[in-house]
């Protein structure tokens, strides 16, 4: 069965550097997502992605961050100059249609800030 | 404003005990509601969803409009069934999923 994948699994670095992460979504879909969780609390949007561009964000995504399709296949979210509380799980998310709101996670990066 | 509301961060039951996970909503629309479930070390897998009125593993979930919950059942929990929880809030016209605080599950053999 077709999965999401996500890589890394777990990234370090430092305040202020750049970090991309990268997502693999499931080859016939067309709705990609960032969600993000910090430790210990709800998983929250941050973007959609589609038809390569964004089409809704949240709150949280401001101009640190942004996402790009670069190939036919990946999805990245990059986010420009890290913060402490940047610290977080990561989850890209895809979909097949846009009538029907069933999103497919990956395994998630953790994102440690230092 | 929340949402999705999950009153439960933790749920014990013993193996073979019925359980019931709380979820309750805000919004006015017609929602879609969906149940994610997130065993040890794994990725958050769909569970159920309130459109297709289905039973995955022993468990079901109605929507209730009138109360705006959308609560998780299941008459007898099995050891397997150890997990977070996360119910999750559609928006008619929207592209994003609000997501509760999640409950997590232990059952005691």
């Known amino acids: 069965e077709p999965e999401v994948t996500q890589t890394p699994s777990h990234q370090v670095t430092q305040m202020g550097q750049e970090v991309i992460l990268r997502c693999v979504p499931i080859s016939n879909h067309l709705y990609f997502y960032w969600y993000r969780q910090i430790l210990g609390q709800k998983v929250e949007f941050l973007v959609s992605f589609y038809n390569n561009e964004i089409s809704e964000k949240s709150e949280i995504f401001d101009d640190q961050f942004s996402v790009e399709r670069p190939d036919g296949s990946n999805f990245t979210l990059k986010i420009r100059s890290t913060k402490l509380e940047d610290s977080a799980m990561y989850f890209c998310a895809s979909k097949a249609a846009l009538t029907y709101n069933e999103q497919f996670f990956g395994p998630g990066t953790r994102l440690t800030v230092l | 404003a929340q949402r999705v509301t999950q009153p439960e961060k933790l749920l014990s039951v013993f193996k073979g005990a019925p359980v019931e996970l709380k979820c309750n909503y805000s919004?006015?629309?017609?929602?879609?509601l969906f149940w994610y479930v997130q065993y040890s070390r794994q990725r958050l897998q769909l569970l159920l969803r309130h459109i297709s009125r289905e039973s995955i593993k022993g468990f079901t979930a109605d929507l209730n409009k009138g109360e705006t919950s959308f609560h998780l059942k299941k008459p007898f929990a099995q050891e397997e069934d150890s997990a977070m929880y996360y119910c999750?809030?559609?928006?008619?016209?929207?592209?994003?999923?609000?997501f509760g605080t999640g409950t997590r599950l232990t059952v005691i053999p």
């Open positions: 919004y006015s629309g017609s929602p879609e």
């Open positions: 999750a809030l559609g928006e008619t016209g929207a592209n994003n999923l609000f």
